[in-house]
């Protein structure tokens, strides 16, 4: 009898199964009833939320915004008495949130030709920051904020730049080849001679780069047809 029991409750939701009387063997079949029926009750609204959601989706789908595309993006003050502020360092707590124990803010910094090839830049703001001709080969850009800066001549083969913003920098004769760009934006950016042979673009991200109109030129390292390279045919 307690072996055909146990095989019950793992069929049905069961509080409990109290063999000592049958009263005791009653109430636990009433709580496991009230149980069921607040788990379909419970179980039904967050299917008809979820189905909301997905109608919303369907109706009114929309490309996701790298983080520095959000309007109104308010950024606090420049710290300028932290001596150490401009320096290039990998974060040791992973790229995917962008995670660091405090804000990473390189604006304004002279940071022209740099190694921080294999670092972890995740979450580095940069505003009128100089980069130009540094060394970002196999970096991690995850949520950066890149805008009004100067990249040109900038390497950034076989980097991941996830959901970043380059609206409005310079990033003439960059090398993005075999990069990662997802959910990035060169919004306003200069993006003459730059190379993005074998690179991976989203869909509308590369749609928004074709549209570009600094979209031209040759890379003067790769000699690559910056057009051609993003994989702009017309």
Same mark, same amino acid.
């Given at each position: 009898m307690k072996t055909a029991a146990f095989f019950l409750c793992l069929l049905a939701p069961c509080a409990g199964f109290v063999a000592k009387s049958s009263s005791a063997t009653s109430t636990t079949t009433l709580a496991a009833r *009230? $149980?069921? *029926?607040? !788990? +379909? @009750?419970?179980? /039904?609204?967050? /299917?008809?939320?979820?189905?909301?959601? =997905?109608? @919303? #989706?369907? +109706? !009114?789908?929309?490309p996701s915004l790298a983080d520095g595309q959000t309007k109104d993006f308010k950024l606090p003050p420049i710290d300028y008495s932290d001596k150490t502020r401009c320096v290039l360092s990998s974060s040791s707590m992973g790229q995917a949130n962008a995670a660091r124990d405090k804000l990473y803010d390189l604006?304004?910094? %002279?940071?022209?030709? =740099?190694?921080?090839?294999?670092?972890?830049l995740s979450g580095v703001i940069m505003t009128k920051t100089d980069v130009s001709n540094a060394k970002f080969v196999e970096s991690q850009f995850s949520k950066a904020y890149l805008h009004d800066s100067n990249f040109m001549g900038a390497d950034f083969t076989n980097a991941i730049v996830d959901r970043a913003s380059f609206k409005g920098s310079t990033l %003439?004769? &960059? #090398? /993005? %080849?075999? &990069? +990662?760009? $997802?959910? $990035?934006? /060169?919004?306003? &950016?200069? +993006?003459?001679? @730059?190379?993005f042979s074998d690179a991976y673009i989203g869909s509308f991200d590369i749609r928004n780069l074709c549209k570009n109109p600094t979209l031209k030129g040759e890379n003067p390292t790769t000699g690559q047809d910056t057009r051609l390279s993003a994989g702009c045919t017309n």
């Open positions: *009230k $149980t069921g *029926k607040e !788990n +379909v @009750v419970e179980g /039904f609204g967050r /299917f008809a939320a979820a189905a909301a959601l =997905s109608l @919303v #989706i369907l +109706v !009114n789908p929309g604006r304004e910094c %002279k940071l022209s030709g =740099s190694d921080a090839s294999g670092y972890d %003439k004769g &960059a #090398i /993005f %080849k075999n &990069a +990662v760009l $997802t959910g $990035t934006s /060169f919004d306003e &950016a200069d +993006v003459e001679n @730059v190379d």
